[in-house]
């Protein structure tokens, strides 16, 4: 039972905590994207989740249940095969769907880049720490995915206003030389 009320707390904390730093970032994106920009990003991360859906996030239950039921010979390698293939498969037909019928050069930009994060989603292990119970790397990993994510939007807007604020003071820079 310690175990249980552990994980569970464990879960409560960390995944208020990450819903809390993605509700941050989609109140800072929308304060500093025009309305289509913000749409786009939009419209990535919806293609991206049906992607995630379709490539392997039916694997990780599959993989829960199996890993919390005992099985593991060489069962977490073939889990990982299979999730790269599909993942592949899906990043294929959503990169080739896109290219033929999104006329937008800066929004098929958006869905092939966020597409590509299905790479990296192939080798969270996440479903096989649920299965063992053992869910404080799950937890704590949403969470610094979360505030890793706020904090690159952090600094990649600040660069962007640094640079701007330079443009401008050497443009002001140079009208006020002549």
Same mark, same amino acid.
């Given at each position: 039972?310690?175990?249980?009320?552990?994980?569970?707390?464990? *879960?409560?904390?960390?995944?208020? %905590?990450?819903?809390? &730093?993605? &509700?941050?970032?989609?109140?800072? *994106?929308?304060?500093? *994207?025009? =309305?289509?920009?913000?749409?786009?990003?939009?419209?990535?991360?919806?293609?991206?989740?049906?992607?995630? *859906?379709? %490539?392997?996030?039916?694997?990780?239950?599959?993989?829960?249940?199996?890993?919390?039921?005992?099985?593991?010979?060489?069962?977490?390698? %073939?889990?990982?095969?299979?999730?790269?293939?599909?993942?592949?498969? =899906?990043?294929?037909?959503?990169? $080739?769907?896109?290219?033929? /019928?999104?006329?937008?050069?800066?929004?098929?930009?958006?869905?092939?880049?966020?597409?590509?994060?299905?790479?990296?989603?192939?080798?969270? $292990?996440?479903?096989?720490?649920?299965?063992?119970?053992?869910? &404080?790397?799950?937890?704590?990993?949403?969470?610094?995915?979360?505030? =890793?994510?706020?904090? /690159?939007?952090?600094? $990649?807007?600040?660069?962007?206003?640094?640079?701007?604020?330079?443009? =401008?003071?050497?443009?002001?820079?140079?009208?006020?030389?002549?």
């Amino acid at each position: 039972m310690k175990n249980l009320t552990k994980n569970f707390l464990l *879960l409560i904390i960390t995944e208020g %905590g990450s819903r809390l &730093f993605g &509700f941050f970032t989609t109140i800072y *994106l929308a304060r500093n *994207l025009s =309305v289509s920009d913000f749409g786009i990003i939009n419209i990535g991360i919806t293609i991206f989740a049906y992607a995630l *859906l379709f %490539g392997s996030q039916w694997l990780n239950i599959y993989g829960t249940h199996r890993v919390a039921a005992g099985s593991l010979n060489n069962f977490v390698k %073939g889990i990982l095969h299979t999730k790269i293939i599909l993942s592949f498969l =899906v990043l294929i037909i959503i990169n $080739l769907f896109a290219y033929f /019928f999104i006329s937008n050069l800066e929004t098929y930009n958006v869905v092939f880049l966020f597409t590509l994060s299905i790479i990296p989603n192939i080798f969270f $292990l996440d479903w096989f720490f649920q299965g063992k119970e053992n869910l &404080f790397p799950v937890s704590v990993g949403k969470l610094i995915v979360s505030s =890793v994510y706020l904090f /690159f939007l952090f600094i $990649l807007f600040s660069i962007y206003y640094f640079c701007y604020v330079m443009l =401008v003071l050497l443009v002001l820079q140079i009208a006020f030389i002549r």
